[in-house]
């Protein structure tokens, strides 16, 4: 998916929305080391869009091994940010808080 395609679905979601994205993006913003082009369009789309971002600043990661990642990225709007916090760590877990 283009940066492109992206800012155009984002547009077209209902809000209140989440976005659960797989990209392999990087970006300090969701806690990657480095920046990569992609991941600075992205930081875009989430500064135009007023998205928030509820990763918490823990790497995504790639397991060699058994050939699985987490999750690079979970958005949403932010009339529902306060009711969610992410784990990466456990296989991107995303948990309401009441």
């Known amino acids: 998916m283009s940066t492109t395609d992206l800012d155009r679905l984002v547009e077209e ?3 209140p929305s989440i976005i ?3 990209f392999n993006d990087q970006s300090p913003l969701w806690g990657s080391k ?3 082009p992609r991941g600075r369009r992205i ?3 989430i500064n135009t869009h007023s ?3 509820l990763n918490n600043g823990e790497d995504s990661y790639f397991q060699q091994r058994s050939r699985t990642h987490s999750l690079d990225l979970a958005l949403c709007t932010p009339s529902l940010a306060s009711y969610f916090r ?3 760590r456990n296989h991107f877990t995303i948990f309401l808080a009441v």
């Open 13 to 15: 979601l209902p809000t």
């Open 20 to 22: 659960i994205l797989d």
């Open 34 to 36: 480095n920046i990569n």
């Open 43 to 45: 930081e875009g789309i």
């Open 51 to 53: 998205l928030f971002l």
């Open 86 to 88: 992410v784990d990466l």
